[in-house]
């Protein structure tokens, strides 16, 4: 079983910045591809970034290239997610989800169901 816990989430200014952090219990954390996700109000969660373990590319969702950098540190178990020029269309809650199946070279999903574990979520506001 693995836990995952999301943090970093408040309110903050159009055009501001953020990093959020999440963390990830296991001894095999360097072979998780780790994503987030977000939730907006009324809407469906939606894949927003992703970092794979075996080559550590990552993958991005049009509506944040460019202004959304992922980032993995192994050592720490933990994945990151630092979010700049926000918008107020950012504003939802952001889930942390760990996918320890993919396998070596595979592109990471954007699909909810291939990962198997999942954070509480961290709320995200910006405001106007």
């Known amino acids: 079983q693995v836990q995952v816990v999301e943090s970093g989430g408040e309110l903050v200014q159009v055009g501001g910045s953020l990093t959020l952090s999440c963390v990830a219990s296991g001894r095999t954390f360097s072979r998780y591809t780790m994503a987030w996700f977000r939730q907006a109000p009324g809407k469906e969660r939606e894949f927003v970034a992703a970092f794979t373990w075996s080559f550590g590319s990552t993958q991005y969702a049009d509506s944040v290239k460019g202004r959304f950098t992922i980032s993995k540190d192994n050592g720490k178990n933990t994945v990151y997610l630092q979010m700049s020029s926000l918008k107020p269309e950012d504003t939802a809650v952001y889930y942390c989800?760990?996918?320890?199946?993919?396998?070596?070279?595979?592109?990471?999903?954007?699909?909810?169901?291939?990962?198997?574990?999942w954070g509480q979520g961290t709320q995200v506001t910006v405001s106007s």
């Open positions: 989800a760990a996918d320890t199946n993919l396998p070596y070279g595979s592109a990471p999903s954007e699909s909810l169901s291939a990962y198997e574990y």
